[in-house]
């Protein structure tokens, strides 16, 4: 059995401070590198045509339990595609009471070379 290898992950986005760049930790990389997964539609990166879960593309259908699996599967699918130092446990799409017209998105992950337990959420409004 081989020790696990962290890949290079993407962003990778230094911040200068003081005259120096500081680049993110882990957990920051990752977050910023989902944010960037869910924002960006599928065939606005020229090499990558398929990158991104493109939730703005949900975001002129009506809050039905078909398109909320939509977007469970959108963000799942991309997830497992584009960030491999993750393992997601859940993605859960849900209604937001008293608005109909909003979903909370939440995403239960674990990082893979810490295991820790991680979550990200987001609040959609629908037409």
Do not use: C
Request: no cysteine.
């Amino acid at each position: 059995m081989s020790a696990y290898q962290d890949p290079i992950g993407w962003p990778f986005l230094p911040k200068p401070q003081n005259g120096q760049l500081n680049y993110p930790d882990l957990d920051r990389s990752v977050r910023d590198s989902i944010r960037i997964i869910l924002a960006t539609r599928p065939g606005e990166q020229l090499m990558r045509p398929r990158f991104g879960a493109g939730l703005q593309n949900f975001l002129d259908d009506g809050n039905t339990v078909a398109l909320r699996r939509q977007i469970q599967s959108a963000i799942l699918q991309s997830l497992q595609n584009y960030e491999n130092r993750i393992t997601v446990d859940a993605v859960d799409v849900d209604t937001v009471a008293g608005a109909p017209s909003q979903v909370q998105v939440q995403i239960h992950y674990r990082v893979l070379r810490t295991n820790q337990p991680q979550q990200i959420g987001a609040t959609l409004t629908l037409s």
